[in-house]
């Protein structure tokens, strides 16, 4: 099975589901993880002392030595502005999507859900553009296609940190629940450590402590109860 993952920001896979995509990859699935932005607005490159066309260099070259940390089968990173996506006419880049998804059929799509986890706009952006592109695409799929959203359970997210406010899934909302393992979440910890600009912000966060061995999704358009333990069950 081929699993595409459309975030906006580098490192948004490696806070997010980053033990699951090496989890994927290790039983023999296909893991693309498509980037929108190269995160090059980070206010890292002040104290870095760069532009924002360097500090994309940067952040690519930390996402390439996480692709190989992860095994991720391809990974392509796109130039759209960082923090910018709210502001611009969405088209062209539903349209690229689009293209993208044409031309490498994915079995499963996976991004943010409506609230992005966080709040942040581009989140919301991307999981807005996914899901209209997806639902349009899925018209004319001539494959069994899923589009899911992944998240920590709603009380997990709650007490998870004092870094950010955190949304999670609530019980209703969870139509899946994968259990990785432990060499699943230890790969995701040496994905982190790959963003050697972002080491103080990791430790801050508490992400590391955060990544628990089950990974909720809820799927578009679909409701499993009880819920399913794979992403690719009861496909249609």
């Known amino acids: 099975m081929r699993v595409l ?15 699951f995509m090496f989890h994927l990859q290790r039983h023999g699935h296909e893991v693309f993880l498509l980037t929108l932005t190269k995160g090059e607005a980070t206010k890292q ?16 070259k930390e996402m390439l030595a996480m692709q190989k940390v992860l095994g991720i089968t391809r990974m392509d990173v796109w130039a759209y502005p960082d923090g910018g996506l709210k502001d611009l006419d969405p088209r062209p880049l539903e349209n690229d ?51 899911a959203f992944f998240g920590p359970r709603e009380e997990q997210a709650r007490h998870a940190t004092h870094w950010i406010p955190l949304k999670g899934l609530t019980d209703d909302e969870i139509d899946c629940t994968v259990c990785v393992d432990e060499e699943d979440i230890e790969a995701n910890k040496q994905a982190l450590d790959c963003y050697v600009t972002y080491r103080s912000t990791v ?28 992403v690719f069950e009861a496909m249609k």
């Open 5 to 19: 993952f459309i975030f906006p920001h580098p490192d948004d896979e490696s806070y997010g589901p980053g033990r």
């Open 45 to 60: 490159r002040l104290r870095l002392g760069v532009d924002k066309k360097e500090m994309g260099n940067i952040r690519y």
């Open 97 to 147: 999507i689009m293209t993208y998804l044409k031309e490498h059929q994915p079995d499963v799509v996976i991004t943010y859900p409506v609230h992005g986890i966080s709040g942040f706009y581009d989140h919301l952006v991307c999981h807005a553009v996914v899901k209209r592109v997806f639902v349009e695409w899925k018209e004319g799929c001539k494959h069994p296609a899923r589009l």
């Open 203 to 230: 430790e801050e966060s508490g992400i590391k402590k955060m990544l628990h061995p089950e990974i909720h999704f809820t799927f578009f358009g679909e409701n499993h109860t009880p819920p399913l333990t794979s």
